[in-house]
């Protein structure tokens, strides 16, 4: 059990803490970071799923179901300019690298796992606002019946 347990969490460390593209050529770091689109992909969209999962909860405990049409259009658009972002990944290492030169770190690692730190907590944000306007709902059920 303890194995299994190192071996979860050394893929875990290795995730989040890669090495960086082994070559500092365009070719290599775009294709270090389309290796990680998948995951990364897997990530923000199971975030997504258990977002739009809590908002229907909260809508249906204030009475109000949201559309479905609305909420898939909206995550698709959503996964789309997410993906648009990530793009953004190699394009700024590869910038950085060009204005640092051999003096600069290699930044591949520490922007995928920034972005992806973002992304998820961007993808969460939604439940606060709902769980604050659930929370609005209730008081103002409360004070004015």
Do not use: H
């Given at each position: 059990?303890?194995g299994?347990?190192?071996?979860?969490?050394?893929?875990?460390?290795?995730f989040?803490?890669?090495?960086?593209?082994?070559?500092?050529?365009?070719?290599?770091?775009?294709?270090?970071?389309?290796?990680?689109r998948?995951?990364?992909?897997?990530?923000?969209?199971?975030?997504?799923?258990?977002?739009?999962?809590?908002?229907?909860?909260?809508?249906?405990?204030?009475?109000s179901?949201?559309?479905?049409e609305?909420?898939?259009?909206g995550?698709?658009?959503?996964?789309?300019?997410a993906?648009?972002?990530?793009?953004?990944?190699?394009?700024?290492?590869?910038?950085?690298?060009?204005?640092?030169?051999?003096?600069?770190?290699?930044?591949?690692?520490?922007?995928?796992?920034?972005?992806?730190?973002?992304?998820?907590g961007?993808?969460?944000?939604?439940?606060?606002?709902?769980?604050?306007?659930?929370?609005?709902?209730?008081v103002k059920g409360?004070?004015?019946?």
């Open positions: 059990m303890k299994r347990y190192f071996g979860a969490v050394s893929g875990l460390v290795s989040l803490y890669p090495l960086p593209a082994p070559r500092r050529t365009a070719g290599a770091v775009f294709l270090w970071w389309e290796s990680r998948l995951s990364y992909n897997l990530i923000v969209g199971a975030t997504g799923c258990a977002t739009v999962t809590v908002i229907s909860l909260f809508g249906a405990l204030a009475g179901v949201p559309r479905i609305l909420l898939v259009f995550s698709t658009i959503y996964g789309v300019l993906n648009v972002c990530y793009c953004l990944g190699p394009i700024t290492e590869l910038a950085l690298d060009r204005f640092l030169g051999d003096r600069g770190p290699r930044a591949g690692p520490v922007l995928f796992r920034q972005g992806l730190l973002f992304s998820v961007l993808t969460l944000f939604p439940i606060a606002l709902a769980g604050l306007a659930l929370a609005a709902r209730l409360i004070i004015l019946p």
